[in-house]
Structures are given as C-alpha cells and as structure tokens.
C-alpha cells in the first residue's frame, strides 16, 4: 500500500524515524558493550588453570533497590565479597574476585554467598582459576552466568532488531516518486 505525502511530510517522517533510529542506536550500543564484558571475561579465561585457595574473609553485601519515587516497593538484592590465598609456582598472592561482573541478585548470587560463607566457616578450600601469564589475577567463577546474561542478550537482540528495521525503512521504504 502505498500512501501519498508531500515532500515537506516525508521530510519529517524521515526526521522522525531518524530520531527514533538514533536513540535505537544507543540502545545497541550500551547493550553491545554489556554484553562484550559479560563475554570477553569468561573468554579470555578458557585457558585459566584451576589452583585451590584458601579463604580468608567472606561477607554478602546487600543492596536495597526501589521501584517507584515514594519507596512503595524495597528488593533486597545480594553479592558475595570474598579475599582468598592461594599459591602458584611458589608464591603467595591474595584475590577478591568472585565473578566477571559486579552483580547483585536474590537468586544465584546469595546462593554462592552462603556457599562461600559455609566453606568459610569450615575452613573448606575453594577451587579458583588463575591467569598463567599473570599469576596475580585469578576469580573464582570463570563461566558465563547465563542467568544475569539472558535478559542482556535478550535487550541486545531487540535493540539491534529495532535499529537494523528502522534503517530499513529509512533507506528503502520512503522514497518520494515523483
């Protein structure tokens, strides 16, 4: 079907979708770079060598978030923070790092937080993964959670849906043939 516009109108049609394009191209962007760092981490520490540590501090912090201006709903969200000691090639060296991302949640992060906490308290060892090239940094998950990283890549490919359609239909949908 096809709609019969001035020259002025198709000017600020196109202006319109430019506009939405370009805040869809914000979107691909911030949603692009999450989800690199939620993915280079765990990439570049395939090869990581798994060692055994001791841990030597552990506590969940907590995080307290509201949904709406006048505080009418409060979610309690959690993070394990740990030290640990570990030895490679004979040396000591100290480590905090619990996961690739900074993440607070009420689900599988508490759950490694007592975890941690329960292997604290027992004198447990913990198995971390340590950089071969750089022994000094080391985490103790190296995977991807798939949990925190769904709903990013789900923000990811709506983001470049959107945007790659409106280029669509900028380059190839308003034409003005006449």
């Excluded at 760092?37 to 395939?46: D, K, L, M």
């Excluded at 509201?66 to 000591?92: H, M, V």
Aim: no cysteine; net charge positive.
């Amino acid at each position: 079907m096809t709609i019969e516009v001035s020259r002025i109108q198709l000017r600020k049609a196109r202006l319109g979708v430019f506009f939405v394009a370009l805040i869809a191209l914000i979107f691909v962007i911030v949603f692009s770079i999450k989800v690199f760092q939620g993915v280079a981490g765990p990439i570049s520490s395939i090869n990581w060598l798994p060692n055994e540590a001791m841990l030597t501090n552990v506590y969940i912090d907590e995080m307290i978030t509201t949904t709406t201006r006048d505080n009418r709903s409060q979610y309690t969200l959690y993070t394990p923070r740990i030290q640990y000691k570990y030895t490679f090639r004979d040396k000591e060296y100290i480590g905090s790092k619990v996961t690739w991302s900074e993440t607070y949640d009420d689900g599988f992060m508490l759950e490694i937080g007592h975890e941690l906490k329960r292997k604290f308290v027992t004198s447990e060892p913990i198995e971390i993964y340590i950089n071969p090239n750089n022994s000094s940094e080391s985490i103790f998950i190296k995977s991807i959670i798939w949990e925190h990283m769904s709903m990013l890549l789900v923000g990811f490919l709506i983001s470049w849906v959107v945007f790659l359609y409106l280029v669509h239909v900028l380059v190839f949908k308003m034409k003005y043939d006449k």
